[in-house]
C-alpha cells in the first residue's frame, strides 16, 4: 500500500501507507508558521511519517531537523523518505517515546520543536492502545502536558514552540505552555472559510519569554465559492496539499 508523494519543493519525496495515516493540510499549515532560522536545529515531536521534517528541510536553512516518533511503522516510512531524498546528512529520525527524549537528546538542543500531536483526549471514549490510526488521532500514549513538558526539555531559553490544533483545546494547550514556562506569542486560527467557525489554531510560544500574544490575521482555506484562497493556494500549486 506504499505510495511515493511528490512534495513540489525541491523535487523532496515522501513515503506514505494509507492504512497507517497519511499528512493533511494542518501539517503543511505548520510548516509554513513555524519559526525556524538558519542553521538551527529543529525537532520534530509525533513526526508520523517524516511530513514535516521534509517539508522543513525544503522550506528553511536549518542545520538539523530531527524527528520524533513512537509507532514503528510510521518510523521505517520516515527513514524510507530520508533514504529517498538523500537528505540524511540534515533529517534524521528517531524511534522513540518523546516522554523518554532525555534518554536520546541533551537537554536545550533545539532552537525550535514543532508537534502536531494527537488532537483527541480521554472524553472520546474507550479506544484501542494498538490501533495506529488511533494512536495518530488520541491522546492515547501522549497527551498536551507531555508535549510541553518534553518541548521544554528539549528548547534553548529563548527557542520556539510551534503547535496546530483544535480550536476546543485551544486553553489546554495555553495552560499546558504556560506550566512549562513557555509563554505563547503567536496564535493563528484557521477556517475553512470565512463564514465557518475556525477548526483548526496555529499557535507559536518561546521559551522564557514575557507575557504578550499576538493574533494574527486568520488563515482562510476556501473562497465562498470554493476555490482556494490565494493564500492557499500557493501551497496547492506547489503540490504541498
Known amino acids: 500500500m506504499e505510495r511515493i508523494d511528490d512534495l513540489g519543493v525541491k523535487n523532496l519525496k ?72 538523500n537528505i540524511s546528512n540534515n533529517v534524521e529520525f528517531i524511534n522513540c517515546d518523546a516522554k523518554n527524549i532525555k534518554e536520546f537528546l541533551p537537554h536545550g538542543i533545539a532552537d525550535t520543536v514543532t508537534c502536531n500531536p494527537p488532537y483527541m483526549n480521554s472524553e472520546w471514549g474507550f479506544l484501542s492502545p494498538t490501533d495506529q490510526k488511533a494512536i495518530a488521532r488520541h491522546e492515547i500514549k501522549i497527551n498536551i502536558d507531555d508535549v510541553a513538558k518534553t518541548s521544554a526539555y528539549l528548547l534553548k531559553f529563548g527557542g520556539y514552540l510551534s503547535i496546530v490544533h483544535r480550536c476546543e483545546r485551544l486553553c489546554d494547550v495555553i495552560c499546558a505552555m504556560r506550566k512549562y514556562k513557555i509563554e505563547p506569542k503567536r496564535l493563528r486560527f484557521v477556517f475553512s472559510k470565512k463564514s465557518d467557525s475556525p477548526k483548526l489554531f496555529l499557535i507559536e510560544g518561546i521559551s522564557g519569554a514575557k507575557p504578550n500574544i499576538k493574533v494574527l490575521e486568520p488563515l482562510v482555506i476556501y473562497n465562498d465559492d470554493g476555490t482556494y484562497t490565494d493564500e492557499v493556494k500557493k501551497y496547492y500549486n506547489k503540490g504541498e496539499v
Do not use: H, M, R, W
Open 14 to 85: 515522501l513515503v506514505q501507507n494509507p492504512e497507517l495515516f497519511c499528512f493533511g493540510t494542518d501539517a503543511v499549515f505548520l510548516s509554513e508558521f513555524a519559526t525556524v532560522k538558519p542553521n538551527t536545529t529543529v525537532v520534530d515531536l509525533c513526526s508520523g511519517n517524516g511530513i514535516i521534517p521534509v517539508l522543513l528541510y525544503g522550506k528553511t536553512k536549518a542545520k538539523k531537523i530531527i524527528g520524533v516518533e513512537l509507532q514503528k511503522e510510521s518510523f521505517l516510512l520516515a527513514q524510507k523518505s530520508v533514504s529517498i531524498n
